[in-house]
């Protein structure tokens, strides 16, 4: 399973991106599609995530309110709409997959997830 991220570029603090992930060969129709980070000399940390099972979503505290997941499942995508970009959301964007059904506190977890994509960058401008 190969998942293709895209999207990321060089924004002003204040503007908006949309990245996108897609998965070319299955269907996601039931798991979890999920978004993590990683900032320069940081660890890779979780962003968002999307339940299909119970068509919810859930993000980090950081990023609530300003990032969106979203998915179309007739294209095989999901989406991450970033807007209000600060310079502190700078990083490599992931997606990453699982086709087992998580509990809430497990989104958290990288490890929970299978297939990632080759990451995206953000860079967000002061």
């Known amino acids: 399973v190969q998942l293709q991220a895209c999207g990321g570029g060089l924004v002003q603090a204040g503007g908006s991106l949309r990245l996108s992930c897609g998965a070319a060969e299955r269907t996601f129709s039931s798991g979890v599609m999920g978004w993590f980070r990683q900032a320069p000399g940081k660890e890779r940390e979780f962003v968002a995530a999307y339940r299909w099972s119970v068509r919810t979503a859930a993000y980090a505290a950081s990023v609530k309110a300003r990032f969106t997941i979203s998915k179309d499942n007739a294209k095989k995508m999901v989406y991450l709409q970033m807007n209000s970009l600060k310079p502190e959301d700078t990083a490599v964007y992931y997606c990453?997959?699982?086709?087992?059904?998580?509990?809430?506190?497990?989104?958290?977890?990288?490890?929970?997830?299978?297939?990632w994509g080759q990451g995206t960058l953000v860079t967000v401008s002061s």
């Open positions: 990453a997959v699982t086709t087992r059904g998580l509990i809430y506190s497990a989104l958290f977890s990288q490890r929970e997830y299978e297939y």
